[in-house]
């Protein structure tokens, strides 16, 4: 049973009686992101409402007190079973069965759970997360994102018609990647150090969100060597290394499948 309600007992009632009304006009304004972070709040208003009583503290110099405490509590669990039901009705349905309550309906704040009422065995009602679980479904849910863009790719339309002529002007050679390392206050490139069969160049691209510098070491890699230099980051950029952009956004450096001699043209 409860005892006279403190003015701290009484705002968290009304705390939770403003939330349930900001929740009932979220849904009827189909903003239910919303009326579940009301859902929330009332849990959030049930946690702290314990935490600064400290019943277990209390137990000891108080008990009437803490009969008092423990029926807010209730209470605010008995609002939660109901205010649950549109979001998850499974747990709000395993709450109410712990409070002895039988079905969701919206009764006053402090009127759900009544003098006499059994409650039933509690239990947790939602397990522990932990670190590797969240991770695994965290890289499942990016899996299948891929998954979807890829199958969902549609190719860009064909560029206007060249003549062979102008394809020719292209030198388009393979080289040999020496070094390769990130450009300092550049996210987004890589300097490399190519072998291209004279005297080596430097080139820098724009791959390193997709790239580790050591794991292109050694790698051969097509560039267009007769493009004029040109400087990025204080960097003389040399030519330009051809990779591929696949359906979900990622660039793939383009290099032959069998090793070749450095400097060697394609075409």
Request: charged share 30%; with cysteine.
């Amino acid at each position: 049973p409860a005892g006279e309600l403190t003015q701290e007992d009484s705002q968290v009632c009304a705390d939770i009686a403003n939330e349930r009304n900001e929740m009932e006009r979220n849904i009827r304004e189909f903003h239910f992101r919303e009326a579940l972070k009301n859902v929330m709040n009332v849990a959030r208003i049930g946690n702290k409402y314990l935490a600064d009583t400290e019943p277990w503290k209390l137990i000891k110099t108080e008990p009437e007190r803490v009969k008092t405490i423990m029926n807010v509590a209730l209470q605010v669990c008995g609002n939660l079973a109901t205010i649950m039901e549109p979001f998850m009705p499974f747990s709000a349905k395993r709450l109410r069965d712990m409070l002895g309550l039988e079905k969701p309906e919206m009764l006053a704040v402090d009127q759900y759970i009544k003098a006499g009422i059994t409650l039933g065995q509690p239990e947790l009602l939602f397990e522990k997360i932990d670190d590797e679980t969240i991770a695994a479904q965290m890289a499942r849910l990016e899996r299948i994102k891929q998954e979807n863009i890829v199958a969902n790719f549609v190719p860009k339309a064909v560029a206007e018609p060249c003549t062979y002529d102008d394809f020719t002007k292209l030198d388009i050679r393979v080289g040999t990647v020496v070094e390769c390392e990130k450009v300092k206050k550049a996210d987004k490139l890589l300097q490399f150090k190519i072998d291209d069969g004279l005297k080596g160049r430097t080139i820098v691209s724009g791959i390193a969100k997709f790239y580790q510098p050591e794991d292109l070491i050694g790698k051969q890699v097509c560039f267009i060597a007769n493009f004029p230099p040109r400087t990025l980051k204080g960097i003389e950029s040399q030519g330009m290394i051809l990779s591929a952009e696949d359906a979900d956004g990622r660039l793939v450096v383009i290099g032959p499948t069998g090793a070749v001699k450095p400097g060697v043209h394609v075409g």
